[in-house]
């Protein structure tokens, strides 16, 4: 008997023990749930060539952007926010991927037939907040297809439900009213249709069918790009305003800025309107600095193709009603590779291993915070840039920025609280910043064996044939 009560104890405990995690499982899993149901609604715009300077929340007086300011008054406005490379693909690959362009094969904007584009074995992105319970929308811009008449790159290939107004041809110089010529199916709303208005609308109508479910929405502007197309009434209006010049306060960009920043004012009003708006993050960002031939990143050297700062330091903003910090400013160095850690995060997704990018979640709720990290960047070509990039790397650790230069091996210290301009360079003087900085960027460089491991799987090499002639296309990104 005391056997079988043994065995029947047993066979209690062992029951009581499987009720109880199985209930534990169940209130994890209700925990996880419950989680991810209280998950914002992300937003994500992406505006092209914008430079860091040309906000009124970063010190522009000519531009004017209400919009946009009031979101940096909302939020946080993070004031050394960078681009992981100085050109478009390698930027938005780095935004999808959570790594740096190297690491992805893209270390160039890709050409209308180029064989490198954004392989769709890669974990991207809107796969995984799709995943994650969410409806994916592209509005716009793309730029990682590859070869147009392959489509190897699609985008619809990457996790988004909804792929609006995409290119399905080079975008290369622009193209901002109907008909676009980049976009030959896709028909006008209405009468002398602009680009952007029509994005603008798009995105307005993506939440309002969505606003009954979590949703990632990618709005991804064309503009500023080259060549600048403002509407008419805007472009005589600043045309007429004090200041207004060529490669500073120059109307055409700040007519299409202004465009870019009613959009904002319409998305904010819509999520108000929908009382979604307390459950949505919203973040904007640039893939690049602006191009020196249509404006100035003063206070900042340089821009477009360079990795000096204004090539690479971007205007970024985000708002997570509950969970910001209204009004701030993050001075602490964040990338364009954070992005994909950060919405997975808040999205209550898993974050895969062996990223580049760090969530900014401690950021966004604590702007004053601390980040210690090297940040690099890889840049090779063949040839300058035709808007007078050279081929380079760089690092910035701290305060410091080093740059090195892989056409005539020269290096290039900087100290950025000091010096944000790079007028000064320190490497003759502060010798062994410059060892240190150099050591680093060569012990990275050296660990392209794990990027080695990347060749092929998007039909490139990191060889020569990826470091793409300086020579401007036909149609030049």
């Known amino acids: 008997m005391r056997g079988n009560d043994q065995v029947v104890t047993r066979g ?12 534990a499982g169940a209130m994890g899993g209700f925990c996880h749930a419950a989680a991810r149901s209280a998950a914002p609604n992300i937003i994500f715009i992406l505006t092209d060539d914008l430079g ?6 970063f010190g522009n007086r000519f531009n004017h952007t209400p919009h946009l300011d009031r979101l940096a008054q909302d939020g946080v406005r993070f004031s050394s926010a960078y681009a992981a490379a100085p050109v478009c693909s390698p930027t938005r690959a780095s935004i999808m991927t959570g790594l740096y362009p190297v690491r992805v094969g893209m270390t160039d904007y890709l050409r209308g037939d180029d064989p490198r584009y954004l392989s769709p074995d890669r974990r991207t992105l809107p796969k995984l907040l799709r995943q994650a319970g969410y409806r994916t929308g592209l509005i716009g811009k793309w730029h990682l297809m590859g070869d147009y008449a392959l489509r190897r790159g699609d985008p619809t290939l990457h996790g988004f439900d909804e792929v609006i107004c995409s290119e399905t041809r080079y975008i290369g110089a622009g193209n901002y009213f109907y008909p676009y010529a980049f976009m030959p199916q896709v028909q006008a709303r209405q009468e002398g249709e602009y680009l952007t208005d029509r994005l603008n609308q798009e995105a307005v109508d993506f939440i309002a069918r969505n606003a009954q479910r979590r949703f990632f929405l990618f709005l991804s502007h064309y503009a500023p790009h080259t060549r600048l197309a403002g509407k008419p009434d805007k472009v005589a209006r600043y045309a007429r305003q004090l200041g207004a010049g060529k490669n500073r306060n120059n109307p055409e960009l700040a007519a299409m800025l202004e465009s870019i920043d009613e959009g904002v004012g319409m998305i904010r009003s819509k999520l108000q309107e929908l009382g979604i708006a307390r459950q949505t993050m919203l973040a904007f960002m640039s893939d690049n600095g602006g191009e020196t031939n249509v404006t100035s990143n003063a206070p900042l050297r340089g821009g477009k193709s360079q990795l000096y700062e204004g090539g690479i330091r971007v205007p970024f903003i985000v708002s997570w009603p509950g969970h910001d910090r209204p009004g701030s400013e993050c001075r602490a160095p964040v990338n364009s590779t954070d992005l994909y850690p950060t919405f997975l995060q808040v999205a209550g997704a898993a974050i895969p291993a062996g990223l580049d990018g760090q969530s900014m979640v401690g950021s966004i709720g604590h702007p004053s915070s601390e980040r210690e990290r090297t940040m690099f960047w890889y840049y090779p070509l063949d040839k300058p840039h035709f808007l007078s990039g050279r081929s380079s790397a760089a690092v910035r650790r701290g305060d410091f920025k080093l740059i090195q230069f892989l056409d005539t091996g020269q290096a290039e210290l900087y100290d950025l609280r000091e010096d944000p301009g790079e007028s000064k360079d320190l490497s003759p003087s502060n010798t062994a910043k410059t060892g240190e900085l150099q050591k680093a960027l060569r012990d990275w460089t050296s660990r392209k064996s794990a990027i080695g491991s990347d060749r092929g799987k998007n ?18 990104d």
């Open 459 to 476: 039909g490139s090499q990191m060889n020569a044939d990826t470091r793409r002639s300086g020579r401007p296309p036909a149609h030049p």
């Open 12 to 23: 209690r405990q062992t029951r009581r023990e499987a009720l109880r995690l199985l209930a």
């Open 52 to 57: 860091w300077a040309e906000l009124g929340c």
